[in-house]
């Protein structure tokens, strides 16, 4: 009589391979999930604004020397180029600032996921649910107030 194989040693029959229990064992990294992606974002967040603030350094230099050249040549082009380069180093202002609100908003929304209450569900009667909504004209209240008195014969 043969014993029941395994699907694990079938399947090794089946490719030829030796199968270990390590291989079948699931690592669970969903917890560090969001761990490295907050990491890779805050790493996302540097480069970017590094390399927005090298960019605004460069426009600074390139605008230094573009006036120098348009007060030398007083060419009307060599001024336009200069004011195109101010409008550029400012723009580019705009967007580092821009990137540092992006960034908290980032760090906002994430805070805010965690606290998210998702499929609320209300078991009850419509005047219960309005009793709760609005204590000060609840059904009940008005019903205590009044008295009733009733004879019995």
Do not use: W
């Not at 960019?55 to 230099?61: M, N, P, R, V």
């Not at 009307?76 to 101010?86: C, K, L, T």
């Amino acid at each position: 009589m043969n014993p029941k194989k395994t699907v694990d040693e079938k399947l090794s029959n089946a490719f030829d391979i030796e199968f270990t229990k390590e291989s079948t064992e699931i690592i669970k990294k969903e917890d560090e999930l969001p761990m490295k992606r907050a990491e890779d974002i805050e790493k996302d967040y540097n480069l970017v604004r590094n390399n927005i603030r090298d960019l605004i350094g460069t426009g600074e230099e390139a605008i230094d020397g573009i006036i120098k050249v348009a007060t030398e040549g007083d060419h009307p082009r060599a001024y336009e180029v200069a004011a195109q380069m101010i409008k550029t180093v400012a723009e580019m202002n705009h967007d580092l600032i821009d990137l540092h609100k992006k960034m908290k908003d980032i760090k906002k929304e994430e805070t805010t996921i965690n606290q998210t209450t998702q499929n609320s569900l209300y078991v009850g009667s419509t005047s219960d649910l309005q009793d709760l909504i609005n204590q000060s004209r609840s059904s009940k209240k008005a019903l205590d107030e009044e008295i009733i008195d009733v004879e019995i014969d």
